[in-house]
């Protein structure tokens, strides 16, 4: 049975008024959400800028890579790795493999982005990292799970799955923008499981829950400066 015509009209007036709202709603939490997290991230700055722990920088670097003070911060990374190798008189690290639950983005000293070896646009970088992290196949070659408990008290699997950047001094002008496209694969996971166990998106469920995922996926990314690593030790991509 059809609808008489006003009513047809009223419910169109509705449902574009509801897209309406639902519309300033993303962008105003977008929009505050980017002024909260650059605020909080030059807050840290100042704690950070203090500390004389690497790790502490590491962690700064992938929480903000957009942000304005992340060239400041990789130069203090790189400050204090000179200082850790010089005044501990502790060699650069070996070369390694990076192991199931990893993957290895290289990034040269001309800009060429390489992951697994192969080289690629860094348009592409995210989908390539995006395709690892949120593989679900439980296949040997791919990243392991393990299940938390979510604010619902559901179990929820969580890939244990993180990316190695390797690096040199001369690279670095590459650097944040890599690190953003890293980091864009795993905003994605994060929108892509919200949509799958919430059916919404990461922008609109809850505070908790956003902090549930936030806090699982943290220090997903491994960075490796190898300017010191002796020529015949770095992977060929620097050659």
Known sequence: MSLPSKTRTRLIKILLI???ISMVY???Y??????????????????????????????????????????SAIDLFFIRINE??????????????CGRNC??????????????NTHITIDSLSNCIFNFISDSSYRDNYAEYIEYKDP?????????????????????KNLQP???????AYENLKNTLCL?????????ITEEKRNFLNSNFERRIILTDVSDLPIKWRNKAFK
């Open 18 to 20: 509801f897209i309406t």
């Open 26 to 28: 993303s962008c105003n």
């Open 30 to 71: 977008n929009n505050n959400h980017f002024e909260d997290k650059t605020e909080l991230a030059i807050k840290e700055w100042e704690q950070i800028k203090k500390s004389r722990e690497l790790w502490d920088l590491r962690i700064y670097i992938e929480k903000y890579p957009e942000i304005d003070k992340i060239d």
């Open 84 to 97: 850790i190798r010089t005044n501990g008189n502790i060699p650069p690290p070996p070369p390694w493999h």
């Open 103 to 116: 993957r290895q983005v290289i990034l040269n000293q001309l800009g060429n982005i390489y992951f697994e």
């Open 152 to 172: 619902d008290g559901n179990y929820r699997p969580i890939t244990k799955a993180k990316i190695e950047l390797v690096f040199i001094k001369d690279s670095v």
């Open 178 to 184: 890599t690190i953003i496209q890293i980091r864009k």
């Open 196 to 204: 799958s166990w919430y059916n919404k998106s990461f922008d609109t």
